[in-house]
C-alpha cells in the first residue's frame, strides 16, 4: 500500500513535534529513573553516581518495610477499587437510566469535585474524622458515646479517603458504557419474559463489565502509588509505597534507592496500565 | 422498566452525591466560623478571609501558582493539540503504539515516579548543560506540562472523533495545504476541546502538590505546598477559607465552561 | 481530459481498485456505478488526490497528476457528506477556495456572488451551513466545489442525503449546470436509476475493476456480463445450452408464446405491473403496463417473447 509523498510531510508536521516533546518530557525522563536506580548514592549534589548495579533492587526486596508497604499498596488500593465499584455503579446506572436531559447535569455533578484541590478533599475529611471533628462531635453531643472513635490515621480513613477521591473515575466510564448499551436490548429481555432484576443480570450487567474493568483500573492504578491520603489520614500501620519513596527520597536522600521503588512500582502497575490503554472507554 | 424495579437505584445516586457533597459544605460552612477551633461553631465571621488576604506568603504562593498553571496549561494545549491531531488523523504511522502509551503514562503512573523522573531529568540537565541551576517557576510549569499534555491530547482526540475527516479533505481539495487546512478548519472546530484541555491542565497545575514538591528549588513554593506544610501541622480555619475561594472559583467556571460548551455544540 | 492507466489500490491486503483503465472525455458526465465495496469510491478518490495508487496513472489533460497532492489538481469534489465548513457561512465557504488563488478582493466577492446565483442560493450568503436545508447544503457543497474554476467536478454519491422527490429535481438541475458549464462530471453511486437518468456514459464497477463502459441504454440492452444484467434493472435470466440467456421483463408478452407456467404472485407498481410466474425456465417475471388487467394467482399463462429480446452472457 502506497502513500503520498504529501501525506508523508503533512504527517511529520504533527507526529515529529509532539513526538520529540513526549520523548523529551516522558521517555527520557522514565528512562533515567531507571538508569540511576542502578546507581550509587554519594555524598555528592546530586547525591548518585552512575554505576551498573543491583544493590539498590537487592535492598528493596529483601527488607520487610519495602516488601509490605508494596504489598499493603496493593492490598489497599484493591479494596478501595472493590468499595469504588459498590458504591459507583448503582450511581453510574441510576444517572445513565435518568431522563436524558438530566443525564448531562448528573454527570457534571459527578465530575465537579474533581474539579476542586484534590488536597482540599482530602483536608475536609480531616475535619469529619478527628477525635475533636464533626463526627465525633456530633456523636458525643447526642450522647451516643462518650470517648473520641478512632477514625483517623487508621486503614479505615485511608480506604476511605481513596474512595472518596476516585469515585468520579468509577462512575465515568461505566457510566458511559452502561449508557450505551441500547434501551431496546432491556425491553427484548423484559419481552422475553425477564423481570427487571433478571433483565439487569442477564443483559445489563454482562454489557457493563468493561465499563467497570476501565474504571476499576482508574482507581486502582494511581492508589497504588498514593502519597497525599495515607500520609495525611493514614497512619503507621497503614505505610503505603508512595509514601516510602517519598521519605526515601526526601529524608533519606536515596535517590538511586527511590527510584529503585519507582521502577518497581511502574513495573508492578505496567500490567494495570496496559490493560487499561485496552479497556479505557474512548471519549471520557 | 417498570418504577418499583430496583428503586433503590436513584437512592443510591441521592447517597453518593452526598457523600461527595457533604464535606466539602461543612469546608465551606466552617470558613465562616468565628473560632479558631475550626470544628467548633462560634457565630459567623469572615476575619479567616481577611487573614488569609493578609497572609503574604500565602499570596506569594498563590501567585506563583496561577502563573506556573497557566505556563503549563499553555504548553499542554500547544503539544496536547499536536499529539491529539497525530494521533486522531494520522492513525497509522510507525511507533505508533509508544506514542499512545508514552501519551497514556502520564495520566496513569502515580505522581511520585513521575516527580522523581521530572526532577533526576533536570538534575541531569543542570549537570550536562548547566541549567536549570535554580529550579523555580519555568522548571515547574515544564514539569506539569508533561501530563498535561495527555490530559488535552484525550480531549482533543475525542472531539476529533467527531468531526467529518471530510472537512479537512474538503480544505486541501479546495487549495490548501495541510497546515492551512489544520489552521482554517480543524482547529476552530477543535477549539472548545483546546480550551477544555488548558482549563483542566490549568487545574491539574494548579493542584499538584507532588511533582510540584519534587522538581521545585528552595524558594519556589506553590500553593499546594504551602497548603499541605500547613495541613499537615493541624486544621486551619484559613486553609477553609482559601478552600472556599477555590471551590467557589471551580464552580463559576465549571458553569461559564458547561454554557459555553451548551452554546456551542 | 481524464485518462487512467492500470490503476491499483490495495487497503491491507484488499484490492480495492484492481487495474483500472478508463477514458473520459471533455464536458461528459460519466458515472461510477456499482454496489458497495466495489472500489468506486476509492476510484474517484484518487482522481480527487485523497488516495495514491499503488500502481498505474491518472493524467489529466495529458499532464501526469498520479501522486500530485489534492491542493494542487484542478479538479474539485463535492463530498458524501457535502463536508461543510460549519463555522464559516455560505459565502465563507465558497470563498474558501479563492483565498489561496491569486485574485482580488473584489474578483473573489464577484466570484463568490456568482457562484451563489449559479446554484441559486441568493439571500442565504450570511446563513452558517447548519441554517440550512438538506438541498441547500449540496447547492452550497456544489458551487464551492465549482468556485475554483476545475477542468472536473467529482461527485461521491451526491444525491444520497436528499430525499427521493428532491433527489428526482436535482437530478435534472445536475445535468442543466454540466451543461451551461461544458467541464467534466464525473459521479459515483449505487443508484443505477440515477445512473441511468444523467449519465452521458456510465462504468459499472465490481470487486475493483470495470466491467462495462457504455452509454446508459447500451448497458441496459447489452449488459456485458451477468452481474451487469442484475445489477441493472430487472432481468430473467435462464440456462440454454451452456450459456445464460437474459430476458427483460418489458420484453415478456403474455397470453402467447413457447413457455408456459403458473403465476404466483402480481405486484402493482403503479404505471407498471410485475407478474411473477413459475415456469420449467425457473422464476420468470413479466412487467406490463398498469391499465392491462391482471392474471388470477394460480392461473396458467402462456408467455414468450421476440428473439432480439433475448441476449447470451458469458457464463
Known amino acids: 500500500m502506497s502513500e503520498a509523498p504529501w501525506i508523508r510531510r503533512a504527517r511529520r508536521m504533527f507526529v515529529v513535534p509532539a513526538f520529540a516533546w513526549l520523548v523529551a518530557t516522558v521517555a527520557l525522563p522514565l528512562g533515567l529513573v531507571a538508569a540511576i536506580s542502578l546507581g550509587e548514592a554519594t555524598q555528592a549534589a546530586p547525591p548518585f553516581d552512575w554505576a551498573l548495579n543491583f544493590t539498590n533492587y537487592a535492598l528493596v526486596a529483601g527488607d520487610p518495610l519495602y516488601v509490605e508497604a508494596f504489598a499493603r499498596s496493593v492490598r489497599i488500593a484493591a479494596t478501595s477499587t472493590a468499595i469504588c465499584l459498590a458504591i459507583g455503579y448503582p450511581m453510574a446506572l441510576a444517572i445513565a437510566r435518568a431522563p436524558r436531559s438530566r443525564r448531562v447535569r448528573l454527570l457534571f455533578l459527578v465530575v465537579l469535585p474533581c474539579w476542586t484541590s484534590f488536597l482540599i478533599r482530602v483536608y475536609a475529611w480531616m475535619g469529619l474524622l478527628r477525635p475533636a471533628g464533626y463526627i465525633n462531635s456530633a456523636l458525643q453531643a447526642l450522647g451516643l458515646i462518650d470517648e473520641p472513635l478512632a477514625l483517623i490515621a487508621n486503614a479505615f480513613a485511608v480506604h476511605l479517603g481513596i474512595v472518596y477521591a476516585y469515585l468520579p473515575f468509577m462512575v465515568l466510564p461505566l457510566y458511559a458504557t452502561i449508557e450505551r448499551i441500547d434501551a431496546a436490548l432491556v425491553e427484548a429481555a423484559h419481552d422475553l419474559g425477564a423481570a427487571p432484576v433478571r433483565a439487569f443480570w442477564r443483559v445489563t450487567f454482562p454489557l457493563s463489565v468493561p465499563g467497570a474493568i476501565a474504571g476499576a483500573l482508574m482507581v486502582f492504578i494511581p492508589a497504588c502509588g498514593e502519597f497525599v491520603i495515607p500520609d495525611l489520614l493514614g497512619g503507621p500501620d497503614t505505610q503505603m509505597i508512595g509514601r516510602i519513596l517519598w521519605l526515601e527520597f526526601f529524608q533519606n536522600r536515596d535517590w538511586p534507592v527511590a527510584c529503585a521503588i519507582a521502577t518497581a512500582l511502574a513495573g508492578i502497575l505496567a500490567g494495570p496500565i496496559l490493560l487499561f490503554d485496552r479497556y479505557r472507554i474512548r471519549g471520557t | ?265 | 481530459m481524464i485518462r487512467i492507466e492500470r490503476l491499483a489500490k490495495r487497503f491491507g491486503g484488499v484490492l480495492a481498485v484492481d487495474g483500472v483503465d478508463l477514458e473520459i472525455a471533455q464536458g461528459e458526465i460519466f458515472c461510477l456505478l456499482g454496489p458497495s465495496g466495489c472500489g468506486k469510491t476509492t476510484l474517484l478518490r484518487c482522481i480527487g488526490g485523497f488516495e495514491v495508487p499503488d500502481e498505474g496513472r491518472i493524467l489529466l489533460d495529458g499532464q501526469d497528476v498520479t501522486g500530485l497532492a489534492p491542493w494542487l489538481r484542478p479538479v474539485n469534489t463535492v463530498f458524501q457528506s457535502y463536508a461543510l465548513f460549519p463555522h464559516l457561512s455560505v459565502a465563507g465557504n465558497i470563498a474558501f477556495g479563492l483565498e489561496t488563488l491569486a485574485m482580488s478582493k473584489a474578483d473573489r466577492e464577484a466570484r463568490v456572488a456568482e457562484m451563489i446565483a449559479l446554484v441559486r442560493l441568493d439571500g442565504l450568503a450570511a446563513r452558517r451551513p447548519s441554517q440550512l436545508s438538506g438541498g441547500q447544503r449540496q447547492r452550497v457543497a456544489i458551487a464551492r466545489a465549482l468556485a475554483r474554476h476545475p477542468k472536473v467536478l467529482l461527485l461521491d454519491e451526491p444525491l444520497s442525503a436528499l430525499d427521493a422527490k428532491l433527489r428526482e429535481e436535482t437530478r435534472l438541475e445536475l445535468v442543466e449546470l454540466q451543461a451551461r458549464l461544458g467541464i467534466s462530471f464525473v459521479f459515483v453511486t449505487h443508484d443505477q436509476d440515477e445512473a441511468m437518468a444523467i449519465s452521458d456514459r456510465i462504468g459499472v464497477m465490481q470487486g475493483g475493476r470495470i466491467v462495462q463502459v457504455g452509454a446508459p441504454a447500451e448497458i441496459y440492452d447489452r449488459p456485458a456480463t451477468r452481474f451487469v444484467a442484475e445489477f441493472v434493472g430487472r432481468i430473467n435470466m435462464f440456462e440454454r445450452g451452456g450459456a445464460w440467456i437474459a430476458v427483460r421483463p418489458e420484453r415478456v408478452a403474455l397470453g402467447a408464446g413457447p413457455h408456459s407456467g403458473i403465476v404466483r404472485e402480481c405486484a402493482f407498481l403503479g404505471e407498471r405491473r410485475l407478474i411473477f410466474i413459475d415456469s420449467p425456465l425457473g422464476r420468470m417475471t413479466a412487467s406490463v403496463a398498469g391499465s392491462d388487467g391482471a392474471p388470477e394467482n394460480g392461473a396458467t399463462v402462456a408467455f414468450g417473447w421476440p428473439a432480439d429480446a433475448e441476449r447470451a452472457l458469458p457464463q
Open chain 2, 1 to 265: 422498566m417498570r418504577p418499583t424495579a430496583l428503586s433503590w437505584v436513584p437512592a443510591a445516586l441521592a447517597a453518593g452525591f452526598a457523600f461527595l457533597y457533604l464535606p466539602i459544605l461543612l469546608l465551606v460552612l466552617f470558613s465562616f466560623n468565628e473560632s479558631r477551633l475550626v470544628t467548633v461553631w462560634a457565630g459567623f465571621s469572615t476575619r479567616w478571609y481577611g487573614e488569609l488576604m493578609s497572609n503574604g506568603r500565602m499570596l506569594d504562593a498563590a501567585g506563583l501558582s496561577l502563573s506556573v498553571a497557566a505556563v503549563a496549561a499553555s504548553l499542554s494545549a500547544v503539544f496536547g493539540t499536536l499529539a491529539g491531531y497525530s494521533m486522531g488523523r494520522f492513525g497509522r504511522f510507525r511507533l505508533r503504539t509508544l506514542f499512545a502509551l508514552l501519551l497514556l503514562s502520564p495520566m496513569v503512573l502515580p505522581e511520585v515516579i513521575l516527580g522523581l523522573s521530572m526532577l533526576m531529568t533536570f538534575t541531569t540537565l543542570d549537570r550536562l548543560v548547566g541549567w536549570p541551576a535554580e529550579r523555580g517557576f519555568l522548571v515547574i510549569a515544564f514539569a506539569h506540562a508533561t501530563y498535561g499534555t495527555a490530559f488535552v491530547a484525550v480531549i482533543v482526540e475525542a472531539r476529533l472523533r467527531g468531526l467529518d475527516p471530510a472537512l479537512e479533505e474538503a480544505a486541501l481539495d479546495l487549495g490548501a495545504g495541510p497546515v492551512r487546512a489544520f489552521a482554517r478548519v480543524a482547529l476552530p472546530l477543535l477549539l472548545p476541546a483546546v480550551v477544555a484541555g488548558w482549563l483542566l491542565a490549568f487545574t491539574l497545575s494548579l493542584d499538584d502538590l507532588v511533582v510540584a514538591s519534587f522538581v521545585s528549588g528552595p524558594g519556589s513554593t506553590t500553593l499546594p505546598m504551602l497548603v499541605y506544610s500547613s495541613v499537615r501541622l493541624g486544621l486551619s480555619p484559613q486553609i477553609n477559607a482559601l478552600a472556599t475561594i477555590m471551590v467557589l472559583a471551580v464552580v463559576m467556571l465549571a458553569f461559564a465552561g458547561a454554557r459555553q460548551s451548551r452554546n456551542t455544540a
